[in-house]
């Protein structure tokens, strides 16, 4: 079975720039996940997806951050403008169902550096 | 709001002994709890949970948690502790399927 898959696997941009993360989930998962984590800290759930809804945002900033999941199936997440302190690696994961009593899947991050 | 402590930043064991890490959490409402582990440039992977019944859970690779509700910790264990278990551990918890949070980890170090 394929794994979750995210591209790009690193990306360095000035602050004030944007930039997008995608990720595909494992095939018939229907919930989705990111997360962002800073070096020294456990991952910080941004966003979370049921299909192409979304279930909990709390924690996404909002003014800067994005996300959609149009088909239900692969995600992107886009940081406009990018600050120093979005620099952290950008996790998605996936479980099949039934949200979060099901382990989570997750892929290799993305390693984004602001300078 | 949830919350996890983890409140050992490194522990570290000798080969063959028992090992534990611990784990407390705030949640309001019965918990699901779980435990991840991230191995040197791998992504972060399952090893066990807890949502109802028995309060002892076995997962992956010989690891087991104890819920205590009294004490609202989920702590990890192995009785005996391999040096292919040296990795970066993390509790997480989540309320009613909302809400999911990580603990900031433990290092576990298993020396030879």
């Known amino acids: 079975e394929a794994g979750v898959a995210q591209s790009p696997r690193y990306k360095i941009i000035e602050k004030r720039q944007s930039v997008a993360f995608w990720c595909n989930p494992i095939s018939g998962h229907a919930t989705l996940y990111w997360y962002q984590q800073i070096l020294g800290q456990g991952p910080k759930l941004l966003i979370q997806f049921q299909n192409n809804g979304v279930v909990d945002d709390s924690q996404l900033p909002k003014d800067r951050f994005s996300a959609e999941r149009l088909k239900g199936v692969d995600s992107t997440l886009k940081i406009q403008p990018a600050k120093l302190e979005d620099s952290a690696v950008y996790l998605c994961?996936?479980?099949?169902?039934?949200?979060?009593?099901?382990?989570?899947?997750f892929g290799p991050g993305t390693r984004l550096t602001v300078l | 709001a949830q919350s996890v402590a983890q409140p050992e930043d490194q522990v570290n064991v000798a080969e063959g002994n028992p090992l534990t890490v611990k784990c407390t959490y705030s949640?309001?409402?019965?918990?699901?709890l779980f435990w991840y582990v991230q191995y040197p440039n791998r992504g972060l992977q399952f090893l066990l949970k807890y949502i109802t019944g028995d309060n002892l859970v076995k997962g992956s690779y010989g690891f087991e948690a104890e819920f205590n509700k009294s004490q609202t910790s989920f702590h990890l264990k192995k009785p005996s502790a391999l040096v292919s278990d040296s990795a970066l551990y993390f509790c997480?918890?989540?309320?009613?399927?909302?809400?999911?949070?990580f603990g900031p980890g433990t290092r576990l170090s298993v020396l030879p």
């Open positions: 997480a918890v989540s309320n009613y399927g909302q809400n999911f949070v």
């Open positions: 994961a996936s479980s099949f169902e039934g949200s979060t009593y099901n382990e989570q899947f």
């Open positions: 949640v309001s409402g019965n918990p699901y």
